[in-house]
């Protein structure tokens, strides 16, 4: 791999990827998904991440401990429960703003 190539993956990378619970808690216990869902989130997509988003909005210490990263209805209703709007309209916010530039 090149040099571009490594900068490249790391700023594909979630920058919470070393420090999250859900990876660290999970790996023993269900190895096989953990590895899918890094792939999808973590490594590729880590803006639509559920935990993520709570993390950046009200708090890492507000994600609940059982979340996983697909589960951005729950993730709504927490935002929502906090009082700082939803996943969706925060993510199409942020879209329009990147499509814009």
């Known amino acids: 791999m090149t040099k571009i190539d490594n900068e490249a ?25 953990v590895e899918k869902l890094k792939d999808s989130y973590c490594l590729k997509n880590f803006d639509a991440c559920a ?16 979340m996983m990263p697909h589960q951005n209805m729950w993730a709504e209703q927490v935002l929502a429960d906090a009082g700082k709007g939803s996943f969706i309209y925060n993510h199409r916010q942020k879209d329009r703003g990147n499509r814009s530039q």
Request: aromatic share 2%.
């Open 51 to 66: 935990r993520k988003v709570i993390a950046d909005v009200i708090g890492r210490d507000k994600v609940p401990a059982q």
């Open 9 to 33: 993956i790391l700023i594909d990378t979630c920058p919470l990827i070393k420090t999250c619970l859900f990876v660290i808690q999970s790996q023993k216990e269900m190895p096989e998904l």
